[in-house]
């Protein structure tokens, strides 16, 4: 049976203001007398009351992070439990519990957090799938409320974010497909206003224009971020007349459906056509022939995560365009894993490409 504040001050002959004190480790309070309420608690099952000890102290001692769930969002996966398994770890030490919001396709993203921080579940929140233009990153600098984004955006300035490096992948795929021979390269992407998306395309252009290759617009796919997308994707660049000798891909679902559409047209990654995978992570390792790709510590991603919430926890953001400390700023790093998905194409046909 758990006993409360009172019943562990009634058994210990002492006010429930000494209790209190002790047990939030007031200096105030004899170390002996701290000790012996430590002790009686644990024995007794003291079971603090949790929202009038927050409303007292003004803490929650919890962090939420938001997770948008759907049929075609890969962000459920293993990538993304191991993100919150390093960010747990992280907060853990600091005796901070994280607190998992989920919000379906149907329900607007920007409500889910609002109704969250105006409710005070939360001490501070993390985001993802941040935005070019993200009015959630404006709302919490706006509010002066302790965040942390999964992502980068055009939005906001000076607020802390972790985000994988996009770029540094992109400019290593361009360099291992050229360095083979290619010329034409597609990519095959989620629809949507997601950051990434667009820095993954800007970076491609400008890696092949510095090179002196060509872009064709009908070589950059958008499709649902699912398997059916990538089906639809690979279809897509399979009939065109030039069609793309190599294919990077973002996305794991989608990585999967042009595999099967490759395979429906007789044309083998590594042998006919060459795909790399930015970053993909979860399902898209499984696939035969092996994906080249890149990997990320997504454990580590999540550690930082949490290092950026319990910065930006100890200091009070400023709304947009006033004077603030920066907020701890990460690039995770893009590791490259070779696999079996990108073959070198001949002199003479890249010549005549």
């Known amino acids: 049976m758990l006993i409360g504040i009172r019943d562990l001050a009634r058994q210990l002959g002492i006010s429930i203001g000494t209790v209190s004190r002790a047990l939030n480790d007031k200096t105030d309070v004899n170390p002996q007398t701290r000790l012996r309420v430590r002790e009686a608690a644990a024995r007794l099952g003291y079971s603090p009351n949790q929202s009038g000890r927050s409303l007292r102290r003004g803490k929650t001692d919890?962090?939420?992070?938001?997770?948008?769930?759907?049929?075609?969002?890969?962000?459920?996966?293993?990538?993304?439990l191991s993100v919150l398994d390093g960010l747990r770890r992280k907060l853990l030490e600091r005796r901070l519990?994280?607190?998992?919001?989920?919000?379906?396709q149907d329900e607007d993203t920007f409500g889910s957090l609002r109704r969250i921080m105006e409710r005070?579940?939360?001490?501070?929140?993390?985001?993802s799938d941040t935005l070019q233009v993200d009015p959630r990153i404006d709302y919490l600098l706006q509010k002066q409320r302790p965040f942390v984004a999964f992502g980068r955006s055009q939005s906001g300035g000076n607020h802390p974010w972790v985000d994988p490096d996009f770029e540094d992948a992109v400019e290593q795929a361009v360099a291992h497909l050229v360095e083979r021979g290619h010329r034409r390269i597609g990519l095959l992407l989620p629809q949507g206003e997601k950051n990434f998306l667009q820095v993954i395309a800007t970076t491609l252009r400008k890696a092949l224009e510095r090179r002196g290759l060509p872009f064709d617009p009908q070589w950059a796919q958008r499709g649902a971020a699912s398997e059916r997308g990538g089906y639809e994707g690979g279809e897509a660049l399979l009939s065109l007349a030039a069609a793309p000798t190599a294919i990077l891909v973002s996305d794991a679902l989608q990585s999967l459906g042009l595999y099967r559409r490759l395979e429906a047209a007789g044309v083998r990654p590594g042998r006919d056509i060459s795909v790399l995978g930015l970053l993909p992570g979860g399902p898209g390792q499984g696939l035969s022939p092996a994906l080249t790709s890149f990997v990320t510590d997504?454990?580590?991603?999540?550690?930082?995560?949490?290092?950026?919430l319990i910065g930006a926890l100890a200091t009070r953001p400023s709304p947009r365009g006033k004077s603030a400390p920066k907020g701890m700023q990460v690039i995770i790093p893009a590791r490259f894993?070779?696999?079996?998905?990108?073959?070198?194409?001949?002199?003479?046909?890249?010549s005549a490409a």
């Open 337 to 350: 894993l070779p696999g079996a998905s990108v073959h070198r194409v001949e002199t003479a046909r890249t």
């Open 62 to 80: 919890l962090v939420g992070v938001i997770i948008p769930v759907g049929n075609d969002n890969a962000l459920i996966n293993t990538v993304f």
């Open 120 to 127: 005070g579940l939360v001490d501070g929140v993390i985001i």
């Open 97 to 104: 519990d994280l607190a998992v919001f989920l919000h379906g």
């Open 298 to 308: 997504w454990t580590a991603a999540g550690t930082w995560l949490g290092e950026a």
